[in-house]
């Protein structure tokens, strides 16, 4: 990706655009994962709210030598996912295995 360089030199600056950046950039794609397990609208804008919290509070532990920008989101993402009551392990195991494209936003931010 082109841009990883750009947002691994914010996110070890400690940059607070870092996180603008980061929603700007990911959160379609992110809350497009999201709904894909959880087709609860609400709450897969709340699960996207909270995922952005933790990772900008999160910023500092990013490790650009173990894994992109990208699947460190998604990773933190889908552990909040995962605690959610509308959770689907099966859901996500067939998305993950039969159904993974990619990643399109399904609805507009402008709620959120």
């Given at each position: 990706?082109e841009?990883?360089?750009?947002?691994?030199?914010?996110?070890?600056?400690?940059?607070?655009?870092?996180?603008?950046f980061?929603?700007?950039t990911?959160?379609?794609?992110?809350?497009?994962?999201?709904?894909?397990i959880?087709p609860?609208?609400?709450?897969?804008?709340?699960?996207?709210?909270?995922?952005?919290?933790?990772?900008?509070?999160?910023?500092?532990?990013?490790?650009?030598?173990?894994?992109?920008?990208?699947?460190?989101?998604?990773?933190?993402?889908?552990?909040?996912?995962?605690?959610?009551?509308?959770?689907d392990?099966?859901?996500?195991?067939?998305?993950?295995?039969?159904?993974?494209?990619?990643?399109?936003?399904q609805?507009?931010?402008?709620?959120?």
């Open positions: 990706m841009q990883e360089p750009f947002i691994t030199a914010l996110l070890q600056k400690k940059d607070t655009s870092a996180f603008c980061l929603y700007d990911y959160a379609a794609s992110l809350y497009g994962f999201i709904i894909k959880i609860d609208k609400a709450l897969a804008a709340q699960l996207l709210e909270q995922s952005f919290v933790t990772i900008c509070s999160g910023l500092h532990l990013y490790d650009p030598l173990k894994e992109a920008v990208f699947s460190w989101m998604l990773r933190i993402t889908l552990r909040h996912c995962s605690t959610a009551e509308n959770f392990k099966a859901q996500l195991l067939q998305y993950m295995t039969t159904d993974m494209r990619p990643l399109k936003m609805e507009p931010l402008a709620a959120v």
